[in-house]
């Protein structure tokens, strides 16, 4: 950067009302604004970036009649700088309100970020542009007329796209502030943008209206709706969606039936496959904002279409959208229109689709009922569990709630347990601790008894898994087990299982036994954790693998102060635990000798 800063920071003093606030931090600032004030100025731009994230130190030591005559020009005059130096620029600037003597003065920060606003980078320009949203919120209204509305006409009528891009974020923040003759000056600027030879403006114009269609009226708006959601580019077209809905919510039912459906339609059946998109992500919103005599009439139809678009992603966006929309029309019609493509959905060519459409059609179940959900909804659920790409069956599993309330978990168990015992064994591990992380939640709705029958050995077989971090989720699943059918049961059914594993010729699998009953212990009673824990873990420290026996240390750290909870186990912490932690403490191995002091230390 080539640019200077006539700034003598050898005699650059803090203002007085800064000294008498906080004298020490605003002297050791002092200290450091001369550093700061040269990384403003460094070839380095690590440098820059540190300095610029430290304008408020370097503002307060200059003062505020410095700020505004020096620092701001200089800021200025140097904007030619990193995108990562702008980015942090532009919102420093946006804090440096106080910095410059408070609102009636903040009309100095305006013209750096206006240089700010026209640069290449969109990122840098948003930064810039809410920036600029903020200070035009806390302008003095002559100010706002005097300084910010020529700097918004100026940037609309920029050579560079980018400063038009900028301009249309900047209107809602005028207009709802502005006078009744400059606001109809702004409607005629804004129409320009939205007319702009620039796609990206157009684009960005689009955006803007969803924010403008509450301030303004919606005859001023509907014009610039009916244009961009007929523009040549579909990037422009799909960004009205959202203007389409914010329209239909201001309307009443008779206009926006006789001025939006068409439009609706139109957007619906467009050509391009990102705008049909769009309004599949949005079909629900659209419907509820139309109003349901209005969606029941007129929507289905395009609903359909969607559901058997020809492109993947627009089945996939119609799809999650099946239970919002069938809470809006009739029985009748989720019958005999949506679940006919429900079910070709479900053997859909594009597993996301399918991954999508098992995630939410339990939905339906509550909607239509137990019968219908007998009929039409099961048979569809128990082909999705069998579905060969692994999210569908765990997005079926993970909403397993919704269905056990509409038909009771008897009547898919027998389906549902081979889909689950498959999952437990899915080449990735991902999958397998995903379906993990869902026994808890089938634990609740099977019941402690027929969770022993069917998947109690799975459970434990997830102990001895070849991938740590599945062992690690199997040890917390005993845990939450616990937590769901109590302690009682757990010492009963769990805890022999696992005391198996004490012996395992692998030491891994000893280990786990150590992870698995210091995890489960804080489920425990103290009395139990006396009984059924701490005697195993004890007898585990003779272990002759070093890594079991610093193991084991750790496990008696987490277990003194669960015994200490209560009188009548206290006292096995000085007769039981700190004599075995005082014999690691003098191991050979230096890890064991670590962590057995650790704990004697962390519990002295």
């Known amino acids: 950067m080539s640019t200077d800063m006539d700034i003598d920071t050898n005699t650059s003093v803090p203002p007085t009302e800064f000294m008498d606030e906080d004298p020490p931090a605003i002297n050791e600032e002092t200290n450091n604004v ?24 370097i503002a307060n030591a200059l003062g505020i009649e410095r700020t505004r005559t020096e620092l701001i020009p200089f800021l200025q005059e140097s904007i030619d700088d990193e995108d990562d130096v702008l980015l942090a620029l532009a919102e420093e600037l946006g804090k440096l309100i106080d910095a410059v003597g408070g609102n009636e003065y903040a009309y100095y920060l305006l013209p750096p970020l ?26 003095p209204e002559e100010h706002l007329e005097k ?13 560079w796209f980018t400063s038009r891009t900028s301009a249309t974020g900047l209107y809602v923040a005028v207009f709802k502030r502005a006078s009744n003759p400059l606001q109809t000056e702004l409607k005629t600027l804004f129409k320009q943008l939205a007319e702009d030879d620039s796609p990206m403006v157009r684009r960005s114009a689009a955006k803007a209206l969803v924010d403008l269609v509450g301030q303004v009226s919606p005859e001023d708006v509907l014009p610039l709706f009916e244009k961009l959601s007929q523009d040549n580019q579909d990037s422009v077209r799909l960004l009205t969606v959202e203007v389409l809905v914010a329209l239909a919510n201001k309307l009443s039912e ?22 049909r998109y769009m309004v599949a992500s949005k079909y629900v919103e659209l419907a509820d904002a139309f109003g349901q005599d209005i969606a029941r009439e007129n929507f289905t139809t395009a609903f359909v279409s969607m559901l058997k678009d020809t492109e993947g992603e627009v089945r996939t966006a119609a799809a999650s ?23 070709l959905l479900v053997t859909d060519e594009n597993q996301h689709a399918r991954a999508a459409l098992a995630k939410d059609i339990s939905g339906l179940a509550p909607i239509i009922g137990q019968d219908a959900t007998m009929e039409y909804l099961l048979p569809l659920f128990l082909q999705q569990l069998t579905d060969e790409f692994p999210d569908v069956r765990l997005n079926v599993i993970s909403n397993l709630e919704t269905i056990n309330k509409a038909i009771g978990i008897e009547r898919v168990s027998q389906a549902l347990l081979p889909a689950i015992v498959e999952l437990s064994e899915d080449k990735q591990w991902r999958i397998r601790l995903a379906i993990i992380e869902y026994i808890p939640l089938l634990a ?41 059918f109590g302690a009682e049961w757990a010492k009963a059914a769990i805890i022999p299982e696992v005391m198996k594993m004490t012996t395992d010729e692998n030491y891994l699998h000893r280990m786990t036994t150590i992870f698995a009953l210091t995890t489960m212990a804080e489920a425990l009673t103290p009395l139990m954790v006396k009984e059924s824990i701490l005697p195993t873990i004890t007898e585990m420290s003779k272990d002759p693998i070093p890594n079991i026996r610093f193991n084991v240390a ?14 009548s186990t206290t006292e096995l912490v000085e ?9 690691l403490s003098t191991d050979q191995d230096v890890d064991v000798k670590f962590f057995a002091t650790r704990a004697l230390e962390s519990n002295a």
Not at 254 to 275: C, G, H, M, S
Not at 321 to 343: N, R
Not at 554 to 567: C, N, Y
Request: aromatic content about 6%; glycine content about 2%.
């Open 321 to 343: 959208q099946v239970p919002g929309y069938a809470k809006l029309v009739d029985k009748s019609v989720i019958l005999e229109d949506l679940l006919p493509c429900v079910k």
């Open 147 to 159: 300084y910010f509305v020529p700097l918004l006409k100026r940037l609309t009528v920029g050579d």
């Open 34 to 57: 001369a550093t700061l004030i040269d990384e403003l100025k460094h070839e380095d731009v690590a440098l820059r970036l540190n300095s610029i994230k430290k304008l408020d130190i």
């Open 254 to 275: 008779e206009q926006t039936k006789t001025l939006l459906l068409p439009a609706f339609i139109y957007l619906a059946n467009d050509k391009a496959w990102r705008v």
């Open 114 to 139: 206006e240089n700010i606003a026209a640069v290449e980078e969109a990122t840098v320009r948003d930064k810039a542009v809410a920036s600029l949203c903020h200070i035009a919120d806390i302008l």
């Open 575 to 583: 007769s039981s635990v700190k004599p075995t932690l005082e014999k």
């Open 444 to 484: 609740k709705q099977f019941g402690s008894k027929f969770f022993e029958e069917k998947l109690l050995e799975l459970c434990m077989s997830w102990l001895r898994d070849l991938v740590f971090s599945i062992r690690e989720a199997a040890t917390v699943n005993l845990m939450k087990l616990t937590e769901v």
């Open 554 to 567: 750790k496990s008696l750290e987490t277990l003194i102060p669960l015994l200490k909870k209560d009188p």
